[in-house]
């Protein structure tokens, strides 16, 4: 039923006509800021929690975010933090605690709070750094390298991400597909800053080498990011659309199947960057369509600052999208 809904929400998107969507429920991070900033949650005693029960924590982290679940993973955050770093010995609790700030800082990415990102993303790296396993390190740098990104130093951000890429794959006590996977997601998230600093050649490039990297590692439920080739697909079309060819990303688009992609958090995501490429196209009916085919897969994504920016735009068209006032106020858009 699943994979049947996401086929025709693709095809209201590039052929039919125009229909409404349930609305979406906010997300707040005010505990996680609290948490961060002042360590209000509470704090289990040494020995009250066991490695099975957070590595649950951690997987259930991860499960809330692929579902797009956002308003329930930042309310349970600070206490599984709390609980991760109860935990003896020290590095079993810095892996966990460093894959639950991986999991925030793409939290606070979605929900733009770039301030918190920064804090996210350090004690990301600092505690997998203890921890000394390779893939928590290596998605802790894609994270740095975002928070870098995010405050406008995008050489920055792609030194990082690229030096990173190299330094997984080049880590030999961690299984080749784990490293090719972890690997190719870093060149990705390297290619969509390139990309963004107006770097065709370099963009290009390392989206191809991702693209190779993915056609070769796997990963699971497990993993700590999405990888793959719908990942690295996804990417290739952000870096069309920041290179400004948006004709070229839809055309990449229509052979991207929804029901493929592994998440509900992903396939939001794609409707959400095809909306951007018609808005950048210029065809405002097709923008809305995407972003009604965003809100099915995956309500809370159209919470984040993107879509509010392209939500406020069609309300200049509201004469001939039907729905789109009310769209714009469930994304936020304050409209009078």
């Not at 590039?14 to 229909?19: I, M, Q």
């Not at 590595?55 to 991860?62: I, N, P, T």
Request: glycine share 8%; proline share 4%.
């Amino acid at each position: 039923m699943r994979r049947r809904e996401l086929l025709a929400a693709a095809a209201v998107v590039f052929t039919t006509p125009l229909a409404g969507a349930s609305p979406a429920e906010a997300s707040t991070l005010g505990q996680l800021e609290d948490h961060l900033l002042y360590g209000t949650a509470t704090v289990p005693r040494r020995g009250e929690v066991s490695p099975a029960g957070v590595a649950a924590e951690v997987k259930a982290s991860r499960q809330e975010f692929r579902a797009a679940r956002y308003d329930t993973l930042a309310r349970n955050l600070p206490g599984r933090i709390a609980q991760a770093q109860a935990l003896e010995p020290a590095e079993t609790s810095a892996t966990a605690v460093a894959d639950l700030y991986n999991i925030a800082t793409r939290l606070c990415i979605k929900l733009g709070e770039d301030g918190l990102v920064a804090i996210t993303a350090d004690r990301a790296l600092t505690s997998a750094r203890i921890g000394g396993d390779a893939l928590t390190i290596a998605e802790a740098h894609r994270m740095v390298s975002s928070a870098w990104r995010r405050q406008g130093h995008l050489a920055r951000a792609t030194d990082i991400a690229v030096k990173a890429a190299q330094d997984v794959r080049a880590d030999r006590r961690t299984p080749e597909v784990a490293r090719l996977a972890a690997h190719g997601s870093l060149l990705a998230t390297a290619a969509y800053t390139a990309a963004k600093m107006g770097d065709r050649p370099t963009a290009h490039g390392l989206i191809g080498e991702a693209a190779e990297a993915a056609g070769i590692g796997r990963t699971s439920p497990e993993a700590r990011t999405d990888t793959g080739t719908q990942q690295v697909l996804l990417h290739q079309l952000s870096v069309h659309y920041l290179l400004g060819d948006a004709g070229q990303a839809i055309d990449l688009a229509r052979t991207i199947n929804p029901a493929a992609l592994p998440t509900a958090e992903r396939q939001g995501r794609f409707f959400t960057d095809v909306a951007r490429c018609f808005d950048q196209w210029g065809k405002p009916e097709q923008c809305y369509r995407a972003l009604l085919a965003a809100e099915r897969a995956a309500p809370q994504e159209i919470r984040r600052g993107s879509v509010k920016s392209l939500a406020g735009g069609l309300l200049r068209h509201d004469r001939t999208l039907p729905g789109v006032r009310a769209f714009a106020g469930r994304a936020g858009v304050v409209v009078n």
